[in-house]
């Protein structure tokens, strides 16, 4: 069955340079989230889009943005980067947002390596 | 606050055993819990969801169980193998998108 794709999976930037991760949902998927996951911390919820509406927002930095495109995948934009940014980025997918909370599926992640 | 807790943080056994891993939330008002599996520098494989209607959730050798009064869950491994170990988070729901992560429990079965 076909997973939720994160490109790249690998990434390394320099301080204060941009970064752009992106991410394909499972197909029928129409919900994205976007969680951070920092050396031995659990993941933490950035922000959520429904049917190319950001429809929940977490502990996102104002540096980041993303946004939900008509085929719905997404992407993360990360600007002015810093050392505190590395980490491993995770997009999961659910089908829909009315009448109930989905199962999320995860990616298997992107790596972000800030030097 | 909206807090999950973790218990034991790390676990070692012999392959063979019966285990029991524990998450506890602070806020009841749950929607659903999901319990994951990440292996070392991997992603999050989900294992088990239970509805805030339910009482448990059965898959192979994994069982976990929900009571929302109390504000606990269990996640149950029969016959542990090697191939079980990694790290086991849960993560709740509420009437949001976010899910809330543990803090997780790192598991070791040995041969």
Same mark, same amino acid.
């Given at each position: ?5 994160? &490109? ?28 951070? #996951?920092?050396? /031995? +911390? ?11 509406? +950001? ?9 980041? &943005?993303? #946004?939900?495109? &008509?085929?719905?995948? %997404?992407?993360?934009?990360? %600007? ?5 940014? %590395? ?6 997918? &659910?089908? /829909? ?19 | $606050? ?39 520098? $991997? ?24 009571? $929302? ?28 998108? $976010? ?13």
């Amino acid at each position: 069955a076909a997973g939720v794709i994160q &490109s790249p999976r690998h990434l390394i930037k320099e301080k204060r340079e941009t970064a752009t991760l992106k991410c394909y949902p499972i197909p029928r998927h129409d919900t994205v989230y976007w969680y951070q #996951q920092g050396p /031995g +911390q659990d993941p933490q919820f950035l922000i959520s889009f429904y049917e190319k509406m +950001q429809s929940d927002k977490g502990s996102i930095p104002d540096r980041f &943005s993303a #946004q939900q495109f &008509s085929d719905y995948h %997404s992407e993360l934009n990360m %600007s002015s980067l810093e050392l505190g940014d %590395s980490a491993l980025y995770f997009c999961a997918s &659910s089908l /829909g947002l009315a009448g109930g909370r989905e199962t999320q599926y995860f990616g298997p992640g992107t790596r972000l390596l800030v030097l | $606050k909206q807090e999950v807790t973790q218990i034991p943080a790390a676990l070692s056994v012999p392959e063979g055993e019966n285990l029991v891993l524990n998450c506890s939330f602070t806020d009841s008002a749950i929607y659903n819990l999901q319990w994951f599996r990440q292996d070392p520098g $991997k992603g999050l494989t989900s294992l088990l969801l239970i509805q805030s209607s339910q009482r448990e959730q059965t898959s192979g050798r994994l069982n976990a169980s929900l009571d $929302k009064s109390s504000g606990r869950s269990t996640l149950y491994i029969a016959a542990s193998q090697p191939g079980d170990s990694a790290t086991y988070l849960c993560a709740v729901l509420y009437n949001t998108d $976010k899910l809330i992560f543990g803090t997780g429990t790192r598991l070791q079965v040995f041969p």
